[in-house]
Every structure is written in structure tokens, then in C-alpha cells.
């Protein structure tokens, strides 16, 4: 009775050792989680180009064309469209056209005779035969059905924009009492950037040089050279001029 008496001591003895030891790890794992969820915070870029990169993505640039159900063809203005789709083509694809035509709607027959149209306006602005493909698409209900022109491009894209990860009221965290920029800011001025920009790859990288004029620094040298001033003279500079004040 005495051993066991002792035993039943020291096992009592244990038990609050224990306690105090897995109390100990659970706080040590929720300041683990707290300094986990500061760093997270603490991390994000100052500088809003950082927060909300420019990136390129190959996207797809589409023409649509409506084309009623009692003639076919194109007007004037489509015919112009359907001229400036192909030499955008040329200057920026990176794959050949699609044209989806309707099937099965009211303005069936009449696509197709606008097919023939676009086709041949294609081909005269150098998208080779080769570089088209033709697809049908079925037309639901009685909505308008649209030939569709696509092809691939690179295009430059930010965002999303519209998060709010933190408060913009007064808190404790550095990002309100150091005055920093909030996540969203330069946001939707990255993504208008991406949206205007008309080659994508300028704000990567800068072109390449092109040649220098060659006419113009041969006068400007030989003037030069004769001792003359190799200044442009305009002599009708001041023939817009209404005054001679300040002569």
C-alpha cells in the first residue's frame, strides 16, 4: 500500500508538469500564427507597379459584323472594318483568322454571301487563303446573328482590381499610421495602361533604332563645314503673327 501510495503521488505530481507544458505549445503555436499572419500583411510591395504588375497574355481580337436577313454584302463602313481587321492582322497576329458564320438562323444565306465579301477583301490585303479558316456556329432564337472575325494576339493585362485586404480606417497596423499606399492604389491606372497601349511589347522592352536620316545631317555637316550655321531657317515662321509686340 505504501508503493502504491507513492505511485498515485507522483503520477499527481506529473499531471500539472504536463499541463503546463501543452499550455506552453499552444501558445507558442498561435504566436507562430500571429507572426505568420503580420509577415503576411507586412510583405506586400510599396510600390503600386509591384502590387499590380503589367503582364502579357495572347489574347484574342474579334470583329463583329451584323448582317441583316434580306441582303447580303457589306456597307461602305464594314467594308473599312473588315480592311483595318486585316492589316491589324498582319501588324500584330500571332495566328490566322477564324471567321465563324451562322447557321440555321434567318440571315443564313445572307452571311454567307457577306462571307464572300469579307473573304475577298482579306485575301487583297495579303492574309494569305492559308492563314483563314471558316467555322459554323448554330444561331439560337431570333436574335441577329453576326459573322465573327478572330485572331490571336498578345495582349497586356493588370488587375484584377477592387481588393481591399485592409482597413482604410484608423488601425494600429504600420500600414495606416506610416501613411502607406493601399493595396488597391495604381490599380486601375495599370490596368488602363495595359487596356491603351498599342504594342504591348513597348513596356517590356524598347524598339530597336531606326536608321538616321542620312539627307538631313549630310546638309547640316556640310554647312558645318563652310562655317555656316546649320540652323533651320522657316521664313514664313512669323506670317501667322497679328502683332509686332515684344520685337
Not at 180 to 187: A, P, Q, S
Request: overall charge positive.
Amino acid at each position: 500500500m505504501h508503493c502504491h501510495d507513492l505511485a498515485a503521488a507522483g503520477r499527481r505530481a506529473v499531471l500539472p508538469g504536463l499541463r503546463g507544458i501543452l499550455i506552453a505549445a499552444f501558445a507558442a503555436t498561435l504566436a507562430g500564427c500571429m507572426k505568420t499572419a503580420s509577415d503576411t500583411t507586412g510583405s506586400a510591395p510599396d510600390y503600386y507597379a509591384d502590387r499590380h504588375p503589367i503582364m502579357m497574355k495572347e489574347g484574342t481580337h474579334t470583329l463583329a459584323l451584323f448582317v441583316g436577313a434580306g441582303r447580303g454584302g457589306l456597307s461602305p463602313t464594314q467594308q473599312a472594318e473588315v480592311l483595318a481587321f486585316a492589316q491589324s492582322w498582319k501588324r500584330e497576329a500571332t495566328g490566322g483568322v477564324i471567321i465563324e458564320r451562322p447557321a440555321g438562323g434567318a440571315n443564313e444565306r445572307a452571311a454567307l454571301d457577306s462571307l464572300k465579301v469579307v473573304l475577298s477583301i482579306m485575301v487583297q490585303a495579303g492574309v494569305p487563303n492559308s492563314g483563314i479558316g471558316i467555322r459554323p456556329y448554330h444561331a439560337k432564337g431570333n436574335r441577329l446573328a453576326t459573322l465573327r472575325l478572330n485572331y490571336p494576339k498578345v495582349k497586356a493585362t493588370a488587375g484584377p482590381c477592387g481588393l481591399w485586404p485592409e482597413d482604410l480606417g484608423p488601425t494600429y497596423d504600420p500600414q495606416h499610421y506610416e501613411n502607406r499606399e493601399y493595396w488597391n492604389f495604381g490599380c486601375a491606372n495599370q490596368r488602363n495602361l495595359a487596356a491603351m497601349v498599342a504594342e504591348p511589347a513597348d513596356l517590356m522592352q524598347p524598339r530597336a533604332e531606326t536608321p538616321v536620316y542620312r539627307a538631313k545631317r549630310t546638309v547640316g555637316n556640310e554647312k558645318w563645314r563652310k562655317g555656316e550655321s546649320p540652323a533651320t531657317i522657316y521664313p514664313d515662321s512669323q506670317k501667322g503673327a497679328i502683332s509686332e509686340v515684344g520685337k
